[in-house]
């Protein structure tokens, strides 16, 4: 399986600014998406991070708020902006190989903690 | 969208003994259906998946059964050890892939010495 590299791993914010978090991946991958997970929650999916064009984002997560990047086939950001409290959860990176039908695996994760 | 009910939330099974989680979905078009496995403080682990077009599927101690008529699969975990002791998230794939996967809220899984 695919080498995902999250950093930071971990961070302890102040409210109100913005943490950029890096997933890298080891080789090409077809998709790539952002997840969340809530202290002792399930994992909810923020958005798609699309190669080239803007992120498809689920219900619920808005471009301003969680602006992605994906500038090509290995790498993408997540950005946390203007943070809140309730935005303490630990993000997780995940990838689906190519010639894969489905499996993802997922990144370390980056833990967030907004004072 | 897709949703996933998982239950129980919380099992506690004697060390040696058979553990069964299980899970519904609602989207008749999902395909994909895997298990991860996540540990304190770790990322989530693929277990075991199954697709669509078979009914079972086993793996040393770890089997999981699909029925597409009635929309529920479910993880069966056999002769469970201390290291089994984990939270247990199930998931379903719909919309070819292109939706990433839509979990269940997990079972935490403790298995008693």
């Known amino acids: 399986s695919a080498v995902i590299s999250q950093k930071p791993s971990r961070d302890i914010c102040q409210r109100g600014t913005s943490l950029t978090i890096q997933c890298q991946v080891d080789?090409?991958?077809?998709?790539m998406f952002w997840y969340r997970q809530q202290p002792g929650q399930s994992l909810t999916l923020i958005a798609t991070a699309n190669q080239g064009s803007e992120a498809t984002y689920e219900s619920g997560f808005v471009i301003d708020k969680f602006p992605i990047s994906r500038p090509n086939l290995t790498f993408s950001t997540l950005t946390v902006s203007n943070m809140s409290p309730e935005d303490s959860s630990i993000y997780l990176c995940s990838v689906a190989q190519q010639g894969s039908t489905g499996e993802l695996f997922f990144g370390e994760g980056s833990r967030l903690t907004v004072l | 969208g897709e949703n996933v009910e998982q239950h129980p939330s919380t099992l506690s099974v004697q060390e040696g003994d058979s553990a069964v989680i299980k899970c519904t979905y609602s989207d008749s078009a999902s395909n994909y259906f895997p298990w991860y496995k996540q540990e304190l403080g770790k990322r989530p682990q693929l277990i075991i998946d199954i697709r669509s077009n078979v009914g079972e599927k086993k793996d040393q101690r770890i089997a999981v059964t699909l029925n597409k008529t009635a929309k529920h699969f479910s993880l069966h975990i056999t002769e469970t050890q201390p290291e089994d002791s984990a939270v247990y998230f199930c998931a379903a794939l719909s919309g070819g892939g292109a939706d990433g996967l839509t979990f269940g809220k997990g079972t935490h899984l403790i298995i008693q010495p």
């Open positions: 080789s090409q991958v077809t998709m």
